[in-house]
């Protein structure tokens, strides 16, 4: 199985921003999987924030980040990024990244079954 290791979570003021990254190991191929990331409030049920084709060629926003938030693919590093710029209170969550293979990775949405494995997660908070 892929291993998926997220850093770079902590706490900010709003407006500020925060990049996060995500190592691949163990099996992973950024030609092979899709990588997603998703996120959880206190109380909240985890959703999608946004996801990069396999290969990072296509990305998928979700419209609450839609020009706040930015992917980025190091295949060199297996390492994915999730930019986040303009932070707002509202963007205070878990966040977690995730891999997936398969047609999922071309759905026209972002649900939680698309993805086969998942990270532990970094603590975002914004204030």
């Known amino acids: 199985d892929v291993q998926l290791v997220e850093s770079g979570g902590g706490s900010v003021q709003v407006g500020g921003s925060l990049n996060l990254s995500c190592v691949a190991t163990?099996?992973?191929?950024?030609?092979?999987?899709?990588m997603g990331w998703f996120r959880q409030a206190p109380g909240a049920e985890r959703e999608g924030v946004a996801r990069?084709?396999?290969?990072?060629?296509?990305?998928y926003y979700v419209d609450s980040v839609k020009g706040r938030f930015s992917l980025f693919l190091d295949t060199a590093k297996n390492t994915f990024y999730l930019q986040m710029n303009s932070l707002k209170p509202e963007d205070t969550a878990m966040y977690y990244c995730?891999?997936?293979?398969?047609?999922?990775?071309?759905?026209?949405?972002?649900?939680?079954?698309?993805?086969?494995?998942w990270g532990r997660g970094t603590q975002v908070t914004v204030s």
């Open positions: 163990s099996g992973y191929s950024y030609s092979t999987y899709c």
């Open positions: 995730a891999a997936g293979f398969g047609s999922n990775c071309y759905a026209d949405n972002l649900r939680e079954s698309h993805f086969n494995n």
């Open positions: 990069t084709n396999p290969g990072g060629g296509r990305t």
